[in-house]
């Protein structure tokens, strides 16, 4: 099975700090997506890459940044944190451009 | 844009007493429409795709099926271990969809004993 690890299951940071998300996925995917969840709005996706070096903005990128050097790996960089980035986030991967996706068990993050 | 929308927003069921949850899309070419149940504090976890009118698919006691502008995912009896958020999520047609999928908010099932 693939297998998507998120680094943390939980964090906690302060406003205005730099914060790194990491993702692996195993199975020599191509492409990999950052989502944030919250209550009433469901799945929101953030960044998304589709080749290594490679990325695109998705539906609400701004206040994020994201980093492919590997295939197998994918950051989602909250450059200043804010309280409203506060959410779980979902890292996922697809093997190809048509097909669903493989998640992450998610990282709860709380901005104070 | 493509929309999701789900129905119910949430589902309280007695356990065997089978029901059905909506998931209603606007894209402007369907490729893939896909069901994902996710337990509370966890990722998504894939159940079905769908990819044309007509098709169905069945897991234990899920079955999907779908239309032109809908699809449906039917409990059959269900247990209290199918209590989860269900998701629906579409995947379009288009040179910039690069398989991005667009989900729904979900329906919350909860199945009492």
């Known amino acids: 099975d693939v297998k998507v690890t998120q680094s943390s299951r939980y964090l906690v940071k302060r406003t205005g700090e730099k914060v790194f998300l990491e993702c692996v996925q195993d199975?020599?995917?191509?492409?990999m997506f950052w989502y944030r969840q919250d209550p009433g709005l469901g799945l929101r996706l953030i960044y998304f890459?589709?080749?290594?070096?490679?990325?695109e903005k998705g539906d609400i990128p701004e206040g994020y940044s994201v980093s492919r050097e590997k295939k197998e790996r994918f950051s989602l960089i909250l450059e200043s944190a804010s309280t409203n980035q506060t959410s779980m986030y979902l890292c996922?991967?697809?093997?190809?451009?048509?097909?669903?996706?493989?998640f992450g068990s998610g990282t709860r993050l709380t901005v104070v | 844009e493509d929309q999701v929308t789900q129905s119910p927003e949430a589902l309280r069921l007695q356990e065997g007493e089978s029901s059905s949850l909506n998931c209603s899309y606007t894209?402007?070419?369907?490729?893939?429409l896909f069901w994902y149940r996710q337990d509370p504090g966890k990722g998504p976890e894939f159940l079905f795709t769908?990819?044309?009118a007509g098709e169905e698919k069945e897991k234990e006691r899920l079955k999907a099926t779908l239309t032109k502008k809908e699809s449906f995912l039917h409990i059959t009896a269900p247990k209290p271990e199918d209590s989860a958020t269900y998701l629906c999520?579409?995947?379009?047609?288009?040179?910039?969809?690069?398989?991005?999928?667009?989900f729904g908010a979900g329906t919350q099932v909860v199945v009492t004993p």
């Open positions: 996922a991967s697809s093997q190809s451009s048509r097909g669903g996706y493989t």
């Open positions: 199975m020599d995917h191509e492409n």
């Open positions: 890459s589709y080749d290594v070096k490679m990325k």
């Open positions: 894209v402007s070419g369907l490729r893939g």
């Open positions: 769908l990819y044309s």
């Open positions: 999520a579409v995947q379009a047609w288009g040179s910039d969809s690069w398989g991005k999928l667009q």
